[in-house]
């Protein structure tokens, strides 16, 4: 089993997938669209990702703004995350991205990646922020119920 993470943006989504064991996060592609509203081959790729890495469940990035309202960005995703879940048929958990595309940037900007160049893999390390953050947490929620004999 692996989860998918998702970097949903207006242009672009952001792929990563987990390792079989759920402990890493690894950024996989971008998707590219030339219209917003045009998601018929994104959903496609998606589902072709899945087939290929045996996808159990995917993590979408939720854009909330730093207050922790919700804008207009965070309704599309939900729309997306509809299609999604109609589409695959697998649950699509919605995961709080904030701070992961400026972690990302700040990343390729640490490891030497020349600005211009960075806007190629930004949304696909975003993606693996995203995952890793949820695999993370969902590792120490399981750790914490094994101690307290809930498992």
């Not at 018929?40 to 979408?60: C, F, H, P, S």
């Not at 939900?78 to 048929?89: A, I, M, N, P, S």
Request: glycine fraction near 8%; charged fraction near 30%.
């Amino acid at each position: 089993m692996r989860i998918m993470g998702l970097d949903f943006g207006s242009k672009t989504v952001g792929v990563a997938v987990s390792d079989s064991l759920l402990l890493t996060a690894q950024g996989l592609e971008i998707i590219r669209r030339k219209e917003e509203n045009k998601l018929r081959q994104t959903l496609a790729r998606i589902e072709a990702l899945i087939v290929e890495y045996e996808v159990e469940e995917i993590v979408l990035g939720l854009p909330r703004n730093m207050n922790a309202t919700e804008g207009p960005r965070v309704q599309l995703t939900k729309e997306f995350q509809e299609k999604l879940e109609r589409r695959t048929g697998l649950p699509v958990v919605l995961w709080d991205e904030r701070l992961t595309t400026v972690a990302a940037d700040k990343a390729m900007m640490e490891a030497g990646i020349r600005r211009e160049n960075r806007r190629e893999h930004v949304d696909k390390i975003a993606a693996a922020l995203i995952l890793q953050g949820y695999l993370d947490n969902r590792n120490l929620e399981k750790g914490a119920a094994c101690e307290s004999g809930q498992e």
